[in-house]
Antibody, heavy 119, light 110 residues
Framework: QLQLQESGPGLVKPSETLSLTCTVS??????????WGWIRQPPGKGLEWIGS???????YYNPSLKSRVTISVDTSKNQFSLKLSSVTAADTAVYYC???????????WGQGTQVTVSS | QSALTQPASVSGSPGQSITISCTGT?????????LSWYQQHPGKAPKLIIY???KRPSGVSNRFSGSKSGNTASLTISGLQAEDEADYYC??????????FGTGTKVTVL
């Protein structure tokens, strides 16, 4: 049973870069069975897919965020990471990491981490 | 890439059946059978309850069922129970190897 855990700063200043890491346990991130993604949820609002990565480094991004997003993977640490640049208050959200088997569905989710953008 | 359209709220009495719609376009729901549904209780992470339109993961109650016709998918909850009160989101794979979520539906058990 895969388990995912997000970590990173809970407060980021406007115009700076948001950085989060997701640690995967219970399986190898490089097994090839799963893609690894980031999803966010602003307060009181719905879910938004940010992007996904395969263990080989292939990435897929939401077109609306693509210019500001970088997702990377560190197979040696069984982790993948999110960087979102030039943040504004609109980027305040709970950020979830998730695993999805191919294109099918997001099977496994982290518990989520609150990130607030404020000076 | 616009969010899929769901009703903001749906309610029903215990034991009744309710259906939540999820409307997209020919670039997402209409083109792929990669439509999933998620249940989210307050303060919790979403939980996968339906994948590939109508399949249930192991452990998910058979009171949850899904279907699709054209650009619209549906989630039906039969035998509504108090524990079903939650937010529900659909999600579709879309052209360009992307994903789009629905706007979300709050289910209230009366």
């Amino acid at each position: 049973q895969l388990q995912l855990q997000e970590s990173g700063p809970g407060l980021v200043k406007p115009s700076e870069t948001l950085s989060l890491t997701c640690t995967v346990s219970g399986g190898s991130i490089s097994s090839g069975s799963y893609y690894w993604g980031w999803i966010r949820q602003p307060p009181g609002k719905g879910l938004e897919w940010i992007g996904s990565i395969y263990y080989t480094g292939s990435t897929y991004y939401n077109p609306s965020l693509k210019s500001r997003v970088t997702i990377s993977v560190d197979t040696s640490k069984n982790q993948f990471s999110l960087k979102l640049s030039s943040v504004t208050a609109a980027d305040t959200a709970v950020y979830y990491c998730a695993g999805h088997k191919g294109d099918i569905a997001f099977d496994y989710w982290g518990q989520g981490t609150q990130v607030t953008v404020s000076s | 890439q616009s969010a899929l359209t769901q009703p903001a709220s749906v309610s029903g009495s215990p034991g009744q059946s309710i259906t939540i719609s999820c409307t997209g376009t020919s670039s997402d729901v209409g083109s792929f059978n990669l439509l999933s549904w998620y249940q989210q209780h307050p303060g919790k992470a979403p939980k996968l309850i339906i994948y590939e339109v109508s399949k249930r993961p192991s452990g998910v109650s058979n009171r949850f069922s899904g279907s699709k016709s054209g650009n619209t998918a549906s989630l039906t909850i039969s035998g509504l129970q108090a524990e079903d009160e939650a937010d529900y989101y659909c999600c579709s794979y879309a052209t360009g190897s992307t994903y789009v979520f629905g706007t979300g539906t709050k289910v209230t058990v009366l």
